[in-house]
């Protein structure tokens, strides 16, 4: 019965690797990150092709400029932008959602393993959106208070490239951004985007937690040992 569901999960992930192809960086302080970016946008502005799609022609406000950019955009969102603002907005947007649906996967995973010890009516339930419906209102009003003061402090914050916040505890772009660092963070986010949605759907349909439907569907097909 569980078995269209990872399924559809699986393929909505695989399809999202479309949009992940290419180092393309929009350029910052550092030389050789700037470099990068300008060699790959060359070539992709040059063959006037989408690198995601390559049977469609290149978005003409999509130049290569930004890290990830491969010319996807079948909805046509920046065809409707003003100027290159709009298209830092909207990719400081993709990172954040990005960033928090990073933790939103993981803390629906860690959350169907552990819970923090508690009444049995608080934090306690097998799926994700039926554990949130356990926390106590003070808690959600913390949540909401966080996320607030996020937004506040990083509205306007004017950083190297766009999603940049000054936020680097570990120091990893104390000597510049590293090409492969940002476009890796942008292809982890996008990938999370997809597993969030996939997960909520999942866990909706079934009313059971993400792991056991998945290794209950693993352990479904032919020679499986689960």
């Avoid at 180092?23 to 700037?34: C, E, N």
């Amino acid at each position: 019965d569980n078995l269209p569901i990872p399924i559809a999960m699986w393929t909505a992930l695989a399809v999202s690797v479309l949009s992940f192809t290419g180092p393309a960086l929009r350029a910052p302080t550092s030389s050789a990150v700037s470099m990068a970016g300008k060699k790959v946008s060359k070539a992709a502005v040059a063959s006037g092709k989408s690198l995601a799609l390559p049977f469609q022609p290149r978005p003409k406000n999509l130049d290569g400029e930004l890290v990830g950019d491969v010319g996807f955009d079948p909805f046509g969102f920046s065809d409707r932008i003003a100027d290159k603002s709009e298209l830092y907005r909207f990719r400081e947007a993709e990172l954040k959602h990005g960033r928090v649906c990073m933790l939103a996967a993981t803390g629906m995973l860690f959350q169907e393993v552990y819970s923090w010890p508690a009444p049995d009516d608080v934090f306690k339930a097998p799926t994700p959106l039926g554990a949130l419906s356990t926390v106590p209102a003070f808690g959600l009003l913390q949540i909401v208070l966080v996320i607030g003061i996020i937004e506040v402090y990083s509205s306007g914050y004017q950083g190297r490239v766009p999603g940049d916040l000054g936020f680097d505890p570990l120091g990893l772009s104390k000597d510049g951004i590293k090409p492969w660092y940002a476009k890796a963070e942008l292809e982890h986010g996008r990938l999370a985007m997809w597993a969030v949605a996939a997960f909520i759907v999942q866990s909706s349909i079934t009313g059971e937690p993400i792991l056991k439907t998945t290794m209950d569907w693993v352990g479904s097909l032919p020679g499986s040992q689960l």
